[in-house]
């Protein structure tokens, strides 16, 4: 059984002091950048959220969901066919975690009851499924032609920000609801359920219930940031909607970062969002291998994680690492 906080950082107050100026500073950073940089902040927030979504289903419970992306989609659609059918983006956005939990529901009942490589194929069946279903479903989804959102009037300069908090906004809310996680009696569920399904079992957990909250969860915090992405490119198709990409990416940096943490993620957005446009600044032409090659090191050197760097530091800390 997991002991209270063993993953997380935040312990120690000199963390918790860094990360308060860290949050002041991602707060006050649009107000001082430039647009181009607003611009780059955005998808770390958006991946970070992604990969955080991830980190609960994976990280905690063990489920290797590859197709969360799906939640992704459903997320932008349900709020963009809101939006084009009148209803202010405020309340469109709303429906988007509604309708990826129940979703979560009605597919988790039977594709959890997979486990290993064949639910984390089937999760990818499933975000293919939903793409198949948004083009057949052409008269209120657009079909393959995708569909333009309603624009605002707000100067572009204002919408940008606005963007940039809502992302920022569900950022805090999904890591703070993991911080909560770490040390809840439904957090230690999951890890059970990680660790041992059977054991679960017999210690009186129901299994299944568990899963499909974690996909749940999980879900319901990737459909708000599909459905910010929505409003932010005013314009959805479903291969981009549905891009198997950015499960897969939020996957890399949630390892890169450390799963099953509180912080991990985050660190692995930022790092990884913000490393790729300076590689790809001063290396044009082959910034994918300079890129490859920078994760090969930092996965080697760093096998748990980024996160696990700050861990080391702590007195201590080095032989509770040896003994885990």
Known sequence: MPTPRQNSILPSSGHRTAIVLAILVFAAAPFFISNYWL???????????????????????????????????????TTGVLMALGLPFGVAL????????????????????????????????????????????????GGAMGLPLPLSSMSPGLLYKIIYFLMFAVVLA?????????????????????????????????????????????????????????????????????????????????????????LGPLLGAFFLEVLATIV???FLKIHLLVLGLLIVLVVTFMPRGIVHLFRLRKPGRKKEEAAE
């Open 39 to 77: 611009r780059i902040l955005t998808n770390v927030m958006m991946y970070a959220v992604v990969a955080q979504g991830l980190n609960i289903i994976a990280g905690f419970t063990g489920y290797h969901a590859f197709g969360n992306s799906v939640f992704f989609g459903v997320g932008a659609y």
């Open 94 to 141: 709303v429906g988007a975690p509604v309708v990826a939990v129940v979703i979560a529901v009605l597919v988790g009942w039977p594709v959890l009851r997979l486990s290993g490589h064949y639910f984390a194929i089937a999760t990818v069946a499933v975000n293919m499924a939903m793409m198949e279903l948004i083009i057949n479903l052409g008269g209120v989804t």
């Open 174 to 262: 999904a890591t703070g609801f993991v911080y909560w996680l770490d040390s809840s009696p439904l957090g230690y569920a999951f890890r059970a359920v990680r660790d041992s399904e059977v054991g679960a079992e017999v210690m009186g957990i129901n299994t299944t219930a568990i899963k499909i909250t974690a996909w749940a969860i999980s879900g319901a915090f990737t459909a708000l940031a599909g459905g910010i992405w929505a409003f932010w490119f005013t314009f959805i198709e479903p291969g981009s909607a549905f891009d198997i990409n950015v499960s897969i990416k939020g996957y890399v940096m949630m390892l890169l970062g450390g799963i099953d943490t509180v």
């Open 280 to 282: 790809w600044g001063k």
